[in-house]
């Protein structure tokens, strides 16, 4: 049962006089719920709880903390079909694609108990003492990771589970041995409520203190700004906009103690195709890319978003068959009507640039669903006009036409940091693909080889980051096990007893 | 030989009129040499070249690269005496001095040169693909590391060889395959130029593109700030005061694209030493601490700045012969004028804090030397005052008494993040200590047992940082091996055919 409360370390409290609702998107109206936002004295309470309860969790022993993680698991799933059924209401998105993003969330979390079970987890690392050392002796020294402190998660709107209340990032913090506050996502509160409970029942089963858990909600910016604000919050995770995880980096690095910002934001993720490419498989092409631009209405940060060519007769019937294929595509529902209004803005102001000509453009689609659109234009109004180098977030792509291979890498050159990037060729290319793949390398975070960018493994080789914008941080990754390195911190001990230690 | 030219890429170059000169503290008198300040058109030429070479530094191979930094241990050394008299002329250091630190450089270059020479430096994992997985198909992964981009370096007044020009940050940036911009420290640049010229020397017998490193001098702060602000720099290693990390952290979190900023800044690396202790070794922890307090004049990041203890005539007969042993040794000379006038203003705002006693201070001391200083204060006075929590930088110590345990641990958990924290006990004090080795291990990069935070192994195990303001990322380490990881980040190559992979 939804009941629009927060959780303020494991209780819910509602103290707050303002409230908000969550939308149907598909339906077209608001949901039943009221949302209380969070109050500057629930933020507070969360925050001092936080601090408290990390002097015992910062010592729980791994095995525990793994237990922890599959009881979140298992809570989650015992939540059944009104977890999907919420989900659904909140996002518009399907209920296959909610049962695949739960059993993802339910994978990221047994996988990092896994890892933690794991002995070599923390990289410690141990030198003996050289006492006979000229010209003085050695200490012994053993050096180890601890976890950073209190970490603040602000959720995805397109990923109301994997990557919001009991997503990587709180995943990962967890596993660290990190008190989490979530900053509810507002699309999705009722969602984030089930799982904050299906948290605070985990807690409960493993006797966990319950500071190491809140659940605020808020409809606007400012409990999120007091969150990052206090002093005692020691890391942030976020995944969603570029304005929005630039906000945040901005207010992290102006207090007085500055803390580190993982913010996994905006990506336009170039895919460069080879006229072989074309000649040898136009169809496979065609229907991969159709599907990864549209599927889950285009809302993925890892969509295709810019698609470049040589000036050729192949890419030509790429482009139309694509549009052809696209068009026949029915339109699906966003997130929400904000969400559908930036969208329809920035593939507006996109295809209203010179010279971009669009190809495929949905019509009379209903409230709040996704204009499918294929755009196109040449290389070379493309380098000189960075509006069309900008994410639109939805079922858009646009095909640059080039004049040769020098003009997508120079282009590429000069695009901004990116999540992925692709390229599609056959072995006749490889030569002079090389430094395409070697620009596109000092560009992104994951490249791709004859494929399509959607699709992020969750595994211990993936990395989901990139140069900014793509992150705040290329040094990490928002996905897989190595996620974790975002909340802990090396420590040595010097000459130090074992009993002396901290576990 | 010194010109007093910046380097840029290779070349000597020195367009600007504007000129500086390093001072030697012990005759109070400049030194010869004219330098002269980058212009704004040598910095933009060495941050082009910089990104010009970083496109073939980025693929040369780690056998290379690890002859590169051999070379420049070589080159380092064959300066002989000049390096070390220079050295000695724009620091007022000994030559004994000199000498350690040279081979603490050399070390370092040669670690970082074995470092690369192991094949898993990088990280690299491989996950296989698995064609038969449902629902579908796994793809191949290959994560592996590569550098950054073009780092900038800024060095430290008290480490004009080890945390300067070729130092630590400089060695693993080149490790990483980052070409190095070097701020030259301006107390002494014509140190800095002389193992900036090994550097262009060991550049050209690796014949490496010179654009992989500049040397650039300045006075003041603008060459600094436009190093910083220039969009192709990708990060920043800085050795120093907060004042100076943080207002370099502040440009680069301002920047359209943030960039990381790994600063070492100020720490007063508290140390907390029982009654038993000083009653079962008191002559051994007084000797031990008026060396540590003194030795390079207090002018190192770990100088113990507080040594906390119950109230009780142990404490107190500690504080009479520490003093009367710091009183008998000879003053030294600091680094530089404007140090020993900030470390005499902040000694004197310490010491003119209500409550707090002068036990030993040295009177009449040559021009530029550091007036050794002892003082007390009881545990309530200095828990509420935070003048008294801040660095004095020079050969000062404050004994803080303090009515028991949980005083101290209450004060610990109070004070800013530090790069150390130190504790002396005997066996029978352990259960009591714990709660305050977990405070500490909540402060600081690096704990130490019995003995004293002076004294940077430089090894795998080391951790030289900690929360801020003892470094803007804790998560880091300065000094070791792993401190290769603020220079790279992760990339994944997904079924990527090998060929197609850079080096």
Redesign the interface.
């Known amino acids: 049962m939804i009941t629009g409360k927060n959780i303020v370390a494991g209780k819910f409290s509602n103290t707050g006089a303002n409230t908000f609702k969550t939308f149907n998107p598909e339906l077209n109206l608001d949901n039943e719920w009221d949302f209380f936002e969070a109050t500057a004295d629930e933020v507070n309470s969360a925050m001092q709880e936080a601090v408290e309860a990390f002097e015992l969790f910062?010592?729980c022993p791994d095995d525990i903390r793994a237990k922890f993680l599959r009881a979140i698991a298992q809570q989650i799933e015992a939540l059944g079909d009104e977890l999907l059924n919420v989900y659904k209401m909140e996002s518009g998105l399907p209920l296959n694609r909610a049962r695949a993003e739960r059993s993802r969330t339910l994978h990221q979390l047994n996988m990092f108990a896994d890892f933690i079970s794991k002995n070599d987890w923390r990289g410690t690392?141990?030198?003996e003492a050289e006492p006979n050392r000229l010209p003085?002796p050695?200490?012994s020294?053993?050096?180890t990771h601890?976890p950073?402190?209190p970490v603040a998660v602000f959720g995805a709107s397109n990923f109301p589970l994997a990557y919001s209340t009991a997503g990587g990032d709180t995943a990962s913090a967890f596993a660290a041995g990190c008190p989490v506050i979530v900053k509810s996502h507002p699309m999705h509160a009722g969602t984030g409520e089930l799982v904050a409970s299906a948290i605070v029942r985990a807690i409960e089963d493993v006797d966990l203190p319950p500071g190491i858990f809140s659940n605020l909600n808020s409809g606007g910016i400012d409990v999120g700004k007091q969150i990052v604000q206090h002093p005692k919050l020691k890391a942030v995770g976020f995944t969603g906009s570029i304005k929005g995880g630039r906000a945040l980096?901005?207010l992290a690095?102006?207090r007085e103690?500055?803390?580190?910002v993982f913010a996994e934001m905006g990506s336009v993720n170039p895919v460069v195709i080879s006229s072989n490419a074309l000649k040898t498989d136009l169809k496979k092409w065609v229907e991969m890319y159709a599907e990864s631009i549209t599927n889950g209405t285009g809302q993925f940060c890892t969509k295709p978003g810019l698609l470049f060519g040589i000036d050729s007769s192949e890419l030509d019937e790429f482009a139309v068959q694509l549009s052809q294929k696209i068009a026949l595509k029915d339109s699906t529902v966003m997130l929400n009507p904000s969400i559908e209004n930036n969208y329809e803005s920035n593939r507006q102001l996109a295809i209203e640039q010179n010279n971009v000509a669009v190809l495929t453009e949905a019509h009379d689609v209903k409230p709040n669903y996704g204009k499918q659109t294929i755009a196109t234009v040449d290389g070379t109004t493309f380098f000189s006009n960075p509006t069309l180098h900008h994410e639109v977030f939805g079922p858009y792509a646009i095909i640059i036409k080039c004049k040769n291979l020098q003009q997508i890498q120079e282009i590429i050159e000069h695009i901004?940091?990116q999540l992925t990037g692709t390229?599609i060729?056959e072995k006749e290319d490889?030569e002079d693909?090389?430094p395409i793949?070697?620009a596109l390398?000092?560009r992104?975070?994951?490249?791709?080889?004859?494929?399509v960018p959607t699709?992020v493994?969750v595994?211990?080789?993936?990395?989901h980051?990139g140069?900014?914008?793509a992150s705040?941080?290329?040094?990490?990754?928002a996905v897989g096990v190595?996620s974790i390195?975002?909340w802990?911190?090396?420590?040595?001990?010097?000459?130090?007893?074992k009993?002396?230690?901290?576990v």
Chains 1, 2 share one sequence.
């Open positions: 910062t010592v690392f141990v030198e003085k050695k200490p020294l053993y050096k601890i950073i402190g980096y901005d690095a102006s103690e500055p803390i580190p901004e940091g390229v060729v490889f693909f090389k793949v070697k390398s000092q992104v975070g994951r490249l791709i080889y004859n494929g699709g493994e595994t211990e080789a993936m990395t980051g140069p900014y914008p705040t941080d290329s040094r990490f990754t190595h390195k975002r802990i911190r090396p420590v040595t001990f010097q000459n130090f007893p009993e002396l230690r901290p």
